[in-house]
């Protein structure tokens, strides 16, 4: 069984920052390509950011310049810093593959940016 652990989100103002991580099962890490991914309630739950191993990260246009994805290899996570957020930030936010496996969703982590 995969286990994919989000941690980090939390109420915050607009304008400020928080740090998401997913804590990957060793058996998975590996892998090409780990993302983020938003589900705000009512609407579908859509990438915001990937990262690769053999290329520049991706990052959906409104978290551009805001948000860094990254990977980090001691501690076996993915990580998100999240700047300057807004309140269209707000949202459940699981990582996953790309494209994701149905059996690897985690329990998210919520995020709830006031205006």
């Known amino acids: 069984q995969v286990h994919l652990v989000e941690s980090g989100g939390d109420l915050v103002q607009a304008g400020g920052s928080l740090r998401l991580t997913c804590t990957i099962d060793?058996?998975?890490?590996?892998?090409?390509?780990w993302c983020w991914y938003r589900q705000a309630a009512g609407q579908s739950r859509d990438m915001v950011a990937c990262?690769?191993?053999?290329?520049?990260?991706r990052y959906v246009n409104s978290v551009k310049g805001r948000f860094t994805i990254s990977r980090d290899y001691a501690r076996r996570q993915s990580t998100l810093q999240m700047n300057n957020l807004k309140a269209e930030d707000t949202g459940v936010y699981y990582c996953?593959?790309?494209?994701?496996?149905?059996?690897?969703w985690g329990q998210g982590t919520q995020v709830t940016v006031s205006s």
């Open positions: 996953n593959a790309d494209p994701p496996y149905t059996d690897w």
């Open positions: 060793k058996s998975i890490f590996n892998i090409n390509r």
């Open positions: 990262e690769t191993i053999y290329d520049q990260p």
